[in-house]
């Protein structure tokens, strides 16, 4: 099973500012295979980028991923208010399918 | 507009069986595999496995098998979960989620179905 690790666990940031969260993977991820998710409280998950950098749907270009092999990483480059919330990294590329434990992003 | 709408809330007693539904619209059922994730209070996201919607073909995760079925009825385009034997740990919100073979990762998702396991 592919661990994914991320950090930090919260990060305490005001609006404008920039966010960067890691995802680090146990063994090898294709990069297809790695998403990012964005959860607010009382809320279903939503598909912030799929496949390690490409954006889903309706996704603003504040968002944006890079990395690969163990090591990928979630850019926020201006923080709005509504972007306080949880952040989820999950691949796909071995099963199990399995999420890392997220990242909250939290006012400062 | 694709969406997918999962049953209500439910309190039920240990040893219980519960069934949560899945409606899906907007999109082709069986063009997408149907994968069920639960995430108990507090806590983070945990993957319990798919249902191939075309062929009806099942994977469980580890630690969801046994007590854990899913299926389907694809004249109303639904999938369902059912637990049997309802202990309190299973006390958690559980999610539906559409499988996107091209983006390899979940885009659509249900709003949540939260079952409380209480005596």
């Known amino acids: 099973e592919i661990v994914l690790t991320q950090s930090p666990g919260t990060l305490s940031l005001s609006p404008g500012e920039r966010a960067t969260l890691s995802c680090r993977a146990s063994q090898s991820v294709s990069s297809s295979y790695l998403a990012w998710y964005q959860q607010k409280p009382g809320q279903a998950p939503r598909l912030l980028i799929y496949?390690?950098?490409s954006r889903a749907t309706g996704i603003p270009d504040r968002f944006s991923g890079s990395g690969s092999g163990t090591d990928f990483t979630l850019t926020i480059s201006r923080l709005e208010p509504e972007d306080f919330a949880v952040y989820y990294c999950?691949?796909?590329?071995?099963?199990?399918?399995?999420f890392g434990p997220g990242t909250k992003v939290d006012i400062k | 507009q694709v969406q997918l709408v999962q049953s209500g809330s439910e309190l039920k007693k240990p040893g219980a069986s519960v069934k949560v539904s899945c409606k899906a619209s907007g999109y082709t059922f069986s063009s997408y595999s149907m994968n069920w994730v639960r995430q108990a209070p507090g806590q983070g996201l945990e993957w319990m496995g798919w249902i191939n919607t075309n062929t009806g073909n099942l994977e469980y995760a580890q630690g969801f098998t046994g007590r854990f079925v899913f299926s389907l009825d694809t004249s109303v385009t639904t999938a369902y979960l059912q637990i049997s034997t309802l202990k309190a740990e299973d006390t958690a919100v559980y999610y539906c989620?559409?499988?996107?073979?091209?983006?390899?990762?979940?885009?659509?998702w249900g709003q949540g179905t939260m079952v409380t396991v209480s005596s």
């Open positions: 999950q691949q796909y590329g071995t099963s199990p399918l399995t």
């Open positions: 989620a559409r499988y996107s073979s091209s983006w390899y990762a979940f885009d659509m």
């Open positions: 496949s390690a950098s």
